[in-house]
Structure formats: structure tokens, C-alpha cells
């Protein structure tokens, strides 16, 4: 074999399996959960009625979810077992090199530097998207979690938490993907198409391209051999029953995340109607409903008694009915009191004593713009008590 033939091993059996595991739950958990999250969208509508409609949609969603977690325990633990046992250097640790090889690659491609920069076993590159993948897994857990478990979740955090983790989990999905469809493919099947996660080894070529320095130093014997047999066997001894011990404690958590309370999925009945039926889009908020009309004075044979008008014997109680809603005590206008309402918001007076025209109160609700309204006779009496000069 020439040198240039020469092969190098670069992952194991398992860690290929682990990565086409990783594969096939990232791109189902893209899938189920980007039609969810455009549920509107034409190609959703279609993804879901032929996925079964959307109870089973998130139901593979889900469980895609749960392999993923799994997963993520079965590399900690491989991780464990390279670092500990084998006495493995802790090469996806990011270091000041990285940050050397980043700017020299930079210039690099700019042509300003003759030379690749020579990169170790792990590159910046990978590195970064390694350590993305951990940031999302964290992000994508704990938001997960609190939707999964919205009861739990408002009991520890404001109600708000929840449409927060909402829009944290699906921006994060956005950026995921585009991560892998931008920046992953290009690395590893447009610039050179790397078969190393599916045969296991990488040419000589590829080697000098990607990793030279740990070319190097496996060409001058540099790379530390594997521990002595009966070593191994002494560190798989305490290693393993450790291992096994976390790793029935997280998988318990696991458990906990999925069973933690009932939810929708479980306490609703399924949903029967087309998958395009499911969703609705957003409407506004509707204003408050206004509460019926009540008689402010008393009457005789349908019209009211001529009288004195005041805050307290009517006026106040219909402007509290019709405007409380929006103008309580929390900031701004507040028409709650008399003192609040003569006072005013920060925009001025809403009501001028004698002045019907300089009252924003009657001006702005009488052109039929202003959410807020009165009735024909209440906005009568509220005339009146102005022009009455507004008394307590």
C-alpha cells in the first residue's frame, strides 16, 4: 500500500451507530417539530396528514425526544469510559489553538497565509458544532421540560415562562437546523465529502487536510499507548458500577421528565377533525365584554330624575363600569377614584371641571374611536357633571 493509500481509524463501530442514532432523531425531531411550529404552511398540513394527524405528530415527536435523552446519557457515559479507563485526552475541549487555527484559516482563505494551519485531532470547526449540539440538547431539555410539563412549571415560574420556552424552544430549532443544512454540510459533504463517520477512516489526504498535527504525530509515535491490560481491567472495575449507578440515576430523570404530571396529550380527548382543522390561526385578543347597562339614578316611568350629579351617587360607579377594565391602579390613566380621575395620566387632565371640551374623557370616547364606551343617557350625565363642575 502507498503512503497515500494508507487509511487511518478514526471512529470506532459504536460511535458510527451512535452518530446515524443522532441522525435519525435530530432529523425526526426537525421534521415533527418544525410543522408544528408552521402550522399554517401548506407543506405542514401535508407532513402531519401523512404522519396521522397531530396527536400522533407530537407523539413521535416525543419520542424521538426521549431516544435523544437516552442517547445523550450513552455519550457521557462513552465519554466517561475514554477519559477514565483509557486515559484519553480530552480533545473536544476548546483551547487557545482553536482560536489560533480559526484566524489562520481566516487568512488563510483571504490568501494572505501560504499554509493551512495544522489542526489536531478535533478542528475548530467540529468543535464548535460539537459544543453547539451540547448547548442545544441543554436549551432544548429544559424548554421542552417546562411544555411538557406546563403545571409544574407555573407553580416554580410566572405563567409567562411558558410561551417563553415556547419561543426559545422553536428559535432553537430554527438555528439547529440551519446549522446543519449551512454550516455541517458544507464541511463534511460539499467541500470534501467525509466518510469517515460511516466507514471508520480517513485517507492520508484527508488526514493533512483536516488533522496534520495529529498526522504528525502519530507518524513520529507521539500518541501515547493504550494502558496494560491488567490496568484496564482494575479502572473497568470502578468505572463500571459508577457508570452503572449514573446512569440509572439520569434515566430515572428521564422517566420523571416524561410522567411528571398529565398533561393536554393525556387528560384531552383526541382530536377527530383533518389535520388542516386542528390549528386556527391567531386572532386578537377581544376587549373586555362590556357588562350590561345599569340604571345609575333612580327612575320614573323610564327617564331619570333631574338631581344633583356627583362621583359618588352615580357617575363614578359608571365610569369605573365602562373604563375600570383598562384604567385600574396599574399605572398610566387611572379612573378607579376620584382623586386618580381628576388627576389624571401622564398625558394630562381626563377631566377639567366646567370643561366638556377640554375633558379627553368625553371628547375622545364621543367620535366612537376609543375602545371604551358609554351609552347615549351615561354619557349625558357625565356632560352634565362636568359642566356641573365635577364634584366629589
Known amino acids: 500500500m ?39 404552511s401548506s407543506i405542514s398540513i401535508s ?4 404522519l396521522g394527524g397531530i396527536e400522533m405528530t407530537r407523539i413521535i415527536h416525543r419520542a424521538a425526544s426521549v431516544v435523544f435523552l437516552v442517547q445523550a446519557i450513552y455519550h457521557l457515559v462513552a465519554i466517561g469510559y475514554k477519559l477514565y479507563v483509557e486515559r484519553k485526552q480530552a480533545s473536544m475541549l476548546p483551547g487557545f489553538k482553536d482560536l489560533q487555527d480559526a484566524f489562520q484559516h481566516f487568512l488563510y482563505n483571504l490568501g494572505l497565509r501560504n499554509e493551512r494551519p495544522k489542526m489536531d485531532r478535533y478542528n475548530f470547526v467540529e468543535k464548535a458544532e460539537y459544543w453547539a449540539m451540547v448547548w442545544g440538547l441543554v436549551l432544548m431539555a429544559l424548554t421542552g421540560f417546562m411544555m411538557w410539563n406546563p403545571i409544574a412549571t407555573a407553580r416554580l415560574l410566572p405563567g409567562q415562562a411558558i410561551p417563553a420556552a415556547k419561543v426559545a424552544h422553536g428559535a432553537e430549532a430554527i438555528l439547529a437546523v440551519l446549522a446543519i443544512f449551512i454550516w455541517h454540510f458544507y464541511h463534511v459533504h460539499l467541500k ?74 393525556t387528560t384531552v380527548s383526541p382530536v377527530s377533525a383533518r389535520a388542516e382543522d386542528v390549528f386556527v390561526p391567531q386572532t386578537p385578543t377581544p376587549l373586555p365584554t ?20 356627583s362621583w359618588n351617587s352615580g357617575i363614578g360607579q359608571i365610569i369605573n363600569q365602562r373604563c375600570g377594565s383598562c384604567h385600574g391602579a396599574m399605572g398610566g390613566l387611572a379612573l378607579n377614584s376620584y382623586e386618580a380621575a381628576m388627576r389624571g395620566g401622564r398625558s394630562g387632565a381626563a377631566i377639567v371641571a ?39
Do not use: C
Not at 407532513?47 to 401523512?50: C, E, N, P, Q
Not at 370616547?365 to 363642575?389: A, C, N, S, T, Y
Open 290 to 309: 362590556r357588562p350590561p347597562t345599569p340604571t345609575p339614578f333612580p327612575t320614573q316611568e323610564g327617564q331619570i330624575l333631574d338631581g344633583p350629579l
Open 192 to 265: 470534501t465529502f467525509n466518510k469517515s463517520m460511516f466507514t471508520g477512516k480517513l485517507s492520508r489526504h484527508e488526514m493533512e487536510e483536516e488533522h496534520a498535527l495529529e498526522l504528525e504525530k502519530i507518524e513520529k509515535g507521539l500518541i501515547p499507548p493504550p494502558p496494560p491490560p491488567e490496568v484496564l481491567q482494575r479502572r473497568k472495575r470502578i468505572y463500571y458500577p459508577v457508570a452503572a449507578v449514573l446512569s440509572l440515576i439520569l434515566l430515572f430523570f428521564v422517566y420523571r421528565f416524561v410522567t411528571f404530571e398529565e398533561t393536554a396529550i
Open 354 to 392: 366646567g370643561d366638556v371640551e377640554a375633558s379627553p374623557l368625553v371628547t375622545l370616547v364621543r367620535d366612537g374611536k376609543h375602545p371604551g364606551k358609554f351609552e347615549p343617557q351615561e354619557l349625558d350625565l357625565i356632560v352634565r357633571w362636568i359642566q356641573e363642575g365635577a364634584p366629589e
Open 47 to 50: 407532513i402531519i396528514a401523512a
Open 2 to 40: 502507498s503512503k497515500d493509500q494508507k487509511t487511518y481509524t478514526r471512529f470506532e463501530v459504536a460511535q458510527r451507530i451512535e452518530h446515524i442514532v443522532l441522525i435519525v432523531t435530530f432529523t425526526t425531531l426537525a421534521v415533527t417539530g418544525l410543522v408544528q411550529k408552521f402550522a399554517q
